[in-house]
Nanobody, 120 residues
Framework: QVQLLESGGGLVQAGGSLRLSCAASTRTFSGYTMAWFRQAPGKERERVAHINWSGGITYYADSVKGRFTMSRDNAKNTVYLQMNSLKLEDTAVYYC?????????????WGQGTQVTVSS
């Protein structure tokens, strides 16, 4: 069982930056692929980024490529999402998720979400 706790959301002006953090309570953090998803009102949930166990392989949605950077610190059981050049359309609830390495695309563990609001 993995518990995830996101932090770092808030209100920011367009063009600004935020860094989200997600702390995991597990002794085997490196045994999980980690991802950030987001969901805006009235829209489907979207995978924003994911990162493999070592941090050596990352994926980004086209909508955030070049602006967002995902990283992980296995010693601290934490993943991060650095968000730069934020746009109005980045407004959403951002969720951290974990998938066991044996099923890398099945995200069974989710945080409660953190709100990111980008204003003009």
């Amino acid at each position: 069982q993995v518990q995830l706790l996101e932090s770092g959301g808030g209100l920011v002006q367009a063009g600004g930056s935020l860094r989200l953090s997600c702390a995991a309570s597990t002794r085997t953090f490196s045994g999980y692929t980690m991802a950030w998803f987001r969901q805006a009102p009235g829209k489907e949930r979207e995978r924003v980024a994911h990162i493999n166990w070592s941090g050596g392989i990352t994926y980004y949605a086209d909508s955030v490529k070049g602006r967002f950077t995902m990283s992980r610190d296995n010693a601290k059981n934490t993943v991060y999402l650095q968000m730069n050049s934020l746009k109005l359309e980045d407004t959403a609830v951002y969720y951290c998720a974990a998938a066991d390495l044996s099923m890398p695309d099945q995200y069974d563990y989710w945080g409660q979400g953190t709100q990111v609001t980008v204003s003009s």
